[in-house]
């Protein structure tokens, strides 16, 4: 069966009319959210940091719940938490009852959310928190409730109309959950300190994975550094260049400093018949380009394509430590 174009089956002017309908009704969803957030930034008070509080003592995991919509943005507020340095994990409120209630333990501390703060299915997780003393927040638009009378801390949203035209389905409400889970997150990323370097631990993968790598992290070091000393023969360099694989021979000093680097380029610009009886102090590149092995692989990528060459030495305090490749790089996805 062919399908039709909207054109073929509104004709061009019902297309037209159309088009300007689902656009208003986008940017009414879009103009009432944003709205709804500017509202949240303004109506947060102490309750916030008092939440942080709660989170920093935590000495187990975060265990966030919620039924329905709530639960879905539940899900995704665990993880952003887990993938921020706080552990967390989801608990389903209708599980919970029938034994997942032992995944919560005296160490942890509950995040539940409930749009009307008196969701039936969340109130055996609350009774629970109140009768073993597990620290309870709750995210909800009902300031007198089941939930948030119980809870430690309240978070309580403005209110704020939903989206839906027939004001039933949860749209903005469950906006204004996320992007409060998001801000506990951040803030709680920048309580503790949370670095460049414990994100890449937990993002290991893809392209976030990819561009947190350290040089460190793809160097080749020990004995895979090609390494010979200024007196080196060219007979001897030109074979641990063979041997190592990079074209390449670091030169030494007697300080342990890196002076120079031999390249299968200086050994084109030096070819003659004396060139096997030089030694790489005569015929290597004085001052090469370098890194350290703190400096993200992006960093190393970049300054190799900007120099038109194909590798870098790790120093460390002048010594070479490691040698990266542009091909290092390209393998692990850093781009």
């Not at 360099?237 to 030169?251: I, N």
């Amino acid at each position: 069966m062919t399908q039709q174009s909207p054109s073929a089956r509104y004709g061009d002017a019902g297309s037209t009319a159309r088009s300007a309908a689902d656009l208003a009704a986008a940017r009414r969803v879009l103009l009432l959210e944003s709205e709804a957030l500017v509202l949240l930034s303004s109506a947060l008070d102490e309750s916030f940091p008092a939440a942080l509080d709660l989170l920093m003592g935590v000495r187990g995991r975060v265990v966030v719940c919620g039924m329905g919509k709530s639960g879905h943005v539940g899900r995704k507020i665990a993880a952003t938490f887990a993938s921020t340095g706080t552990p967390a994990m989801f608990v389903h409120p209708g599980e919970a009852s029938h034994g997942d209630l032992g995944m919560i333990t005296g160490d942890d501390a509950a995040l539940v959310l409930s749009n009307s703060g008196n969701t039936d299915e969340i109130r055996d997780v609350v009774t629970y928190t109140r009768r073993f003393g597990v620290p309870l927040i709750g995210m909800t638009s009902g300031g007198a409730s089941t939930l948030s009378e119980a809870a430690d801390v309240a978070l309580v949203l403005p209110p704020a109309r939903e989206a839906c035209p027939n004001g039933l389905a949860p749209t903005t409400s469950t906006t204004l959950m996320m992007a409060l889970g998001d801000a506990l997150a951040v803030a709680l990323m920048e309580r503790k300190g949370f670095s460049p370097d414990q994100f890449q631990v937990f993002h290991p993968g893809g392209k976030l994975g990819a561009g947190l790598l350290r040089v460190s992290d793809l160097m080749h070091s020990g004995d895979g550094l090609p390494i010979v000393h200024p007196d080196t023969p060219m007979s001897e360099a030109v074979l641990v260049m063979t041997a190592k694989s990079f074209g390449c021979a670091g030169v030494v000093g007697e300080d342990g400093l890196l002076a120079g680097v031999v390249t299968d380029g200086d050994l084109r610009r030096h070819m003659g018949p004396g060139l096997m009886a030089e030694t790489a102090g005569t015929v290597m590149t004085r001052a090469p380009k370098t890194i350290g092995p703190r400096a993200l692989a992006a960093e190393a990528l970049g300054r190799m394509n900007t120099s038109a060459i194909t590798f870098l030495f790790v120093v460390d305090e002048g010594r070479p430590v490691g040698i990266i490749h542009v091909h290092d790089c390209l393998r692990a996805g850093v781009a």
